[in-house]
T-cell receptor, first 113, second 115 residues
Framework: DTGVSQDPRHKITKRGQNVTFRCDPI?????LYWYRQTLGQGPEFLTY????????KSRLLSDRFSAERPKGSFSTLEIQRTEQGDSAMYLC???????????FGPGTRLTVL | AQSVAQPEDQVNVAEGNPLTVKCTYS??????LFWYVQYPNRGLQFLLK??????LVKGSYGFEAEFNKSQTSFHLKKPSALVSDSALYFC?????????????FGTGTQLKVEL
């Protein structure tokens, strides 16, 4: 399978716990994006990497959120001290260039109890 | 700031009839425009894009879209709808004049194709 993969697909956690999600992009894609999608809304941009450099961050990305792409391949998104408002689908996408479409993974659905 | 409007929450069409899903956008520079489709419990799938060139863009599964700069629109169309086209459709824009690399999505339009 050469698509974008995300792990886990589902995560249920209690408020205040930390969670970490992983994204593996399509192997030749040097650009990687994280989005968040809540029910009834379109995806909202969180952050963007070109290789290992994090070049853009949304104001949605509070101090409790951190993302890394240490070797320019897979990426992790960590949420510390989760809140119920963090419940959403977290989507990862990758692309080979800025003029290209982004290819999305299946998402990680986070539920914070 | 860049934004996208999809004015219809839901579009209903009979199988075999033409379908249109509307999208308008707002950017400060020139737009890159995209349509994605989302099936239940699955990720977004790319349908088509407008970057430059011909205003009529053809994409996957028989879909096409027309870029209209004066009306700032990028409506999705298909000449003959199939029941299997029923899904959630998202329009997205990237502002190449200063919006960075992010895509801004509309709120989505649920397409329901009935027999």
């Amino acid at each position: 399978d050469t698509g974008v993969s995300q792990d886990p697909r589902h995560k249920i956690t209690k408020r205040g716990q930390n969670v970490t999600f992983r994204c593996d992009p399509i192997s030749e894609h040097n650009r990687l994006y994280w989005y968040r999608q809540t029910l009834g809304q379109g995806p909202e941009f969180l952050t963007y990497f070109q290789n290992e450099a994090q070049l853009e961050k949304s104001r949605l990305l509070s101090d409790r959120f951190s993302a890394e792409r240490p070797k320019g391949s897979f990426s992790t998104l960590e949420i510390q001290r989760t809140e119920q408002g963090d419940s959403a689908m977290y989507l990862c996408a990758s692309s080979p260039g800025t003029n290209n479409e982004q290819f999305f993974g299946p998402g990680t659905r986070l539920t914070v109890l | 700031a860049q934004s996208v409007a999809q004015p219809e929450d839901q579009v209903n069409v009979a199988e075999g009839n033409p379908l249109t899903v509307k999208c308008t956008y707002s950017v400060s520079g020139n737009p890159y425009l995209f349509w994605y489709v989302q099936y239940p419990n699955r990720g977004l799938q790319f349908l088509l894009k407008y970057i430059t060139g011909d205003n009529l863009v053809k994409g996957s599964y028989g879909f096409e879209a027309e870029f209209n700069k004066s009306q700032t629109s990028f409506h999705l169309k298909k000449p003959s709808a199939l029941v299997s086209d029923s899904a959630l459709y998202f329009c997205a824009v990237r502002d190449i004049g200063g919006g960075g690399n992010k895509l801004t999505f509309g709120t989505g339009t649920q397409l329901k194709v009935e027999l």
